[in-house]
């Protein structure tokens, strides 16, 4: 009985890496087993092969007109796809469900096997259209074949079926009255799952992209050896003047505008522990959310709104020339003046609100026996706020500096990108615009890869240092 026990568990375990790889190829466009032609886009998915039969058709226009593939065959091949990502969604649910007790692992096992047969008649769909595919009067001109990721999800769904099968018979039936539970730590893995999902999904998976920088590449070119140039764009940065003068200028831009945000990065905690000294708490409520929702107000309105303020005809300039001040309007954000003051004011306004939040969470969970200790010993409101408060904050804007040096090059681009103009386009621009530049505009994407693989690295360095620095100071990392 224990031998049969160890044998099933060694199966779920199979099963879960199973249904992990069904989930990667589902997508991965490079790994789409729906790609029955190579009229079909190479960067399309299996999963939006199933939802969008537009994607999927997209450059077969001319194929449809002279007869050469039939829609029925785009049909089928869709619904198969739509067959699959179902199959594999419930297996994927099914899995989790795995991690329960007995009753419940049971019951995953049934949802597993439930979705791999409707993969496999996803499976046997897309090899339907493929063999219609074949009896085109033209098949050098659509070049029909089944990608080798077509047998690897056709062996991996057959796996899947037998192993859920198998466990099925040497299992023994579950008592009906068992709870379907999960383990706490099982529970909290599920919790974690899908953020761990979306890291690797946007914070790890984009760094295959780094491979471009070797590269000679251009858009919609196929990356092979015979455009790799190894550092070729890295040395392009130190060597070609303009691009260094530009470098120059950019990072000037970015390192100070970024500084005076980190330097006056404690106004979000001031602003929060002057908010909790409120006592009134409908106005306390009402200064609080009033301050927020700038947070959640796109760059391009406030830019709007800056504008109906500070153009030739805005509200600052017809007030001007009505008093006499001015004999004509003035374009104040056509200027190059005080450009980083002007950005971080802006900045500040937007988001001062937001970032106190986290400052009256940590607040609100102070002990308030060192409060009522304050006040016994004769201390005031400002004693206790200077003695109390900002100290237990100091953890708390200590983790924040942290990152935000950790984030000093990324600027972020919307701001800087709305306010940009001709006459402060040499003090505005930084590293993040400067990029989106290079990349969109000029399609330079290797040598803005290279400039983000060094961006990273700095980033890296500059987070190690300030948690050696904060070690030093406080006697504990951070990280």
């Known amino acids: 009985m224990q031998k049969k026990k160890q044998t099933c568990n060694i199966l779920y375990c199979f099963l879960r890496i199973a249904v992990i790889a069904g989930i990667i190829i ?14 079909i886009n190479r960067n399309l998915s299996l999963f939006t092969t199933g939802v969008s039969y537009g994607q999927l058709t997209t450059g077969l226009g001319k194929a449809f007109r002279k007869g050469w593939i039939e829609e029925s065959t785009m049909h089928i091949c869709m619904i198969s796809g739509l067959l699959c990502c179902l199959g594999i969604t419930i297996q994927g649910i099914a899995a989790c469900a795995t991690l329960g007790k ?34 085109t009067s033209k098949p050098e001109k659509v070049n029909p074949s089944l990608p080798i990721t077509f047998y690897l999800i056709s062996f991996l769904t057959l796996a ?15 008592d009906p009255a068992e709870p379907l539970e999960i383990e706490p730590k099982y529970k909290l893995f599920l919790i974690a799952l899908p953020f761990i999902a979306l890291a690797i ?29 190894g550092f070729k764009w890295f040395a392009y940065l130190v060597k070609n003047e303009a691009t260094r003068n530009d470098t120059f200028r950019v990072m000037k831009n970015t390192l100070g505008m970024s500084g005076l945000g980190i330097a006056t990065s404690w106004v979000s905690m001031a602003f929060a522990v002057f908010l909790n000294e409120i006592k009134n708490s409908k106005y306390r409520r009402f200064v609080q959310t009033f301050t927020t929702v700038p947070n959640f107000i796109s760059w391009v309105l406030i830019f709007a709104v800056a504008l109906s303020i500070f153009s030739a005809d805005g509200f600052v300039s ?47 969970g102070i002990d308030q026996q060192l409060y009522e200790a304050a006040e016994v010993d004769g201390a005031g ?94 006697g504990e990392n951070i990280i």
């Open 102 to 135: 007995h009753r419940l692992q049971r019951i995953g096992n049934k949802g597993i096997l439930s979705g791999s047969l409707f993969s496999l008649f996803g499976i046997i769909g897309i090899f339907c259209s493929y063999q219609k595919l074949l009896t």
């Open 26 to 39: 589902l997508f991965l466009p490079g790994l789409n087993p729906a790609r029955i032609t190579t009229l």
């Open 160 to 174: 899947i079926i037998i192993t859920a099968a198998a466990i099925l018979i040497l299992d023994e039936k579950a």
């Open 318 to 364: 017809n007030l001007m020339t009505q008093t006499g001040q001015w004999e004509s309007g003035k374009n104040l954000l056509m200027s190059n003046n005080h450009v980083w003051l002007q950005m971080l004011l802006w900045g500040t306004w937007k988001g001062v609100g937001w970032g106190a939040i986290i400052y009256i969470a940590a607040i609100s």
């Open 201 to 229: 999904l946007f914070g790890y998976l984009p760094l295959l992209g780094w491979r471009y920088a070797f590269f000679d590449y251009k858009a919609g070119d196929i990356l092979s050896m015979d455009n790799f140039v």
């Open 381 to 474: 409101r400002f004693q206790k706020m200077w003695n109390i408060t900002i100290p237990e904050l100091l953890p708390t804007y200590c983790v924040l500096l942290l990152l935000s040096i950790g984030n000093i090059l990324s600027n972020g681009l919307d701001q800087y990108l709305v306010f940009e103009n001709s006459v402060n386009s040499s003090a505005i621009q930084v590293l993040d615009l400067y990029v989106y530049k290079l990349g969109v505009a000029k399609g330079l994407i290797p040598l803005t890869t290279a400039i983000g693989m060094l961006k990273s690295v700095v980033s890296i360095i500059l987070v190690l240092a300030a948690n050696k620095i904060a070690k030093a100071v406080r």
